[in-house]
């Protein structure tokens, strides 16, 4: 199976603590390195992950509050100075551009390569980036400022083929592609043999929905149905409800809560308030609604299966 993995390399809020970085992932599928917001320190933390600047093809921005882009102009001028020459696609909510502009005059000046400001609306859900294997849309998030989180889904795959049965009946290559997309085979002697004895079905495409910053949403588990990984923020515990909706976080709870509606296959909790020494309360808390939970980490990577 092709590698669908998730490297955290922030998890914390916008206050900066010894122990989490700002926010900032990359989702790593079918040997695609896409960029999930971009706080400061995510240049160390890809170097501590030993992951490949220049694999990193797209960008994709929640929203304009510093935790969660400040780093990306950095990154940008790095890239320049590792001689880069593949274009960098950045899809954010509108607001970005004219601020990425200003940035990119001021600091930026002749890369080796282009980077290419896609606008985002962050009030609907919608497919912002397709390929052959993969598909990016927006899930619509409620923040202080307009927000949205990114739902990775891969696209069905077509049937793998039976060796065997295609050495047995001595089918040629040139028409596997065909048997593939549905075909059977007829013998010399006239006998039909069904596509799905030729087969076998493929792994069922997996998916991927990172949501933060956000109030707690009750109809957001429909958008996220049954998602293999489900990243949402736990900036606080219950005790800290009422801060949680003034600023417009959720608790740990909360996001448990949607993962149980949505019947989720696993809940990433992340972007920890710094008032927390460690999340013990936040991940025991989670696991009282939803018990496949677990604590985002500088460092981790999950397998998305």
């Known amino acids: 199976m092709e590698p669908f993995k998730i490297y955290i390399l922030g998890c914390g809020s916008a206050l900066p603590t010894l122990h989490h970085n700002a926010s900032s992932q990359v989702v790593e599928i079918r040997e695609k390195m896409f960029m999930v917001d971009c706080g400061e320190g995510t240049q160390i933390?890809?170097?501590?992950?030993?992951?490949?600047f220049t694999r990193i093809g797209c960008v994709f921005i929640s929203h304009l509050h510093g935790d969660h882009c400040f780093g990306l102009i950095g990154m940008i001028s790095t890239f320049g100075m590792l001689g880069r020459t593949a274009p960098l696609h950045v899809y954010a909510p509108k607001e970005l551009g004219p601020v990425?502009?200003?940035?990119?005059?001021?600091?930026?000046?002749?890369?080796?390569?282009?980077?290419?400001?896609?606008?985002?609306?962050?009030?609907v859900s919608q497919v912002v980036y397709e390929d052959r294997s993969l598909t990016v849309s927006t899930i619509p998030l409620d923040h202080r400022v307009p927000c949205c989180g990114y739902l990775f889904r891969e696209k069905a795959m077509l049937p793998h083929i039976r060796r065997d049965m295609i050495d047995f009946y001595k089918i040629p290559l040139c028409y596997i592609n065909n048997i593939k997309n549905g075909a059977?085979?007829?013998?010399?002697?006239?006998?039909?043999?069904?596509?799905?004895?030729?087969?076998?079905?493929a792994a069922p495409p997996r998916s991927y929905a990172y949501c933060s910053d956000t109030r707690y949403m009750p109809g957001l588990h429909r958008l996220v149905r049954g998602v293999n990984v489900l990243y949402h923020e736990s900036t606080y515990d219950d005790s800290c409800r009422s801060r949680a909706r003034l600023y417009y976080h959720s608790t740990a709870r909360q996001a448990a809560q949607v993962a149980h509606d949505a019947g989720v296959g696993l809940l990433l909790l992340g972007h920890f308030s710094a008032r927390y020494d460690n999340e013990a309360s936040i991940l025991d808390e989670a696991r009282s609604i939803f018990p496949d939970s677990e604590l985002c980490n500088e460092g981790k990577v999950i397998d998305v299966k």
């Open 100 to 123: 990425l502009d200003m940035e990119m005059a001021a600091f930026c000046t002749g890369l080796g390569f282009e980077v290419i400001f896609h606008a985002v609306d962050p009030t």
């Open 184 to 201: 059977g085979w007829t013998t010399a002697d006239g006998v039909e043999v069904p596509h799905e004895r030729l087969t076998v079905p």
């Open 45 to 52: 933390q890809l170097r501590r992950s030993r992951i490949h």
